[in-house]
């Protein structure tokens, strides 16, 4: 029902910034909360943040509250991660994701639909 392709990914110095997106297709975009995860070698896939179905609500790791923004753009059907102050525990394949339930549950739940993920290093 929800195909997500993530886009964005590189290497960036540590104090850099990377924008990553995400664009849906299949279903209408303003019926899903949106989110991104995160994955290291040899570590559990965890929470980075959520948007809310029409962007009014916002939820954030505790590792990356005031360096990270997630915000989206429903008339484009793309969802962004402004990833600001990069440090190198930031290296990780993070993952666009889509559910019908709500952005907070994202933190609790796993979400239903999931992109393939995009490569971000930071170097040091």
């Known amino acids: 029902q929800v195909e997500l392709v993530e886009s964005g990914g590189g290497l960036v110095q540590a104090g850099g910034s990377l924008r990553l997106s995400c664009a849906a297709s299949?279903?209408?975009?303003?019926?899903?909360?949106m989110g991104w995860f995160r994955q290291a070698p040899g570590k559990e896939r965890e929470f980075v943040a959520a948007?809310?179905?029409?962007?009014?609500?916002?939820y954030y790791a505790d590792s990356v509250k005031g360096r990270f923004t997630i915000s989206r753009d429903n008339a484009k059907n793309t969802v962004f991660l402004q990833m600001n102050s990069l440090k190198p525990e930031d290296t990780a394949v993070y993952y666009c994701a889509a559910d019908s339930g709500t952005a907070q549950a994202m933190g609790v739940m796993s979400p239903r639909y999931w992109g393939q993920g995009t490569q971000v290093t930071v170097s040091s």
């Open positions: 299949g279903r209408t975009f303003s019926s899903v909360a």
């Open positions: 948007i809310s179905k029409f962007g009014g609500a916002t």
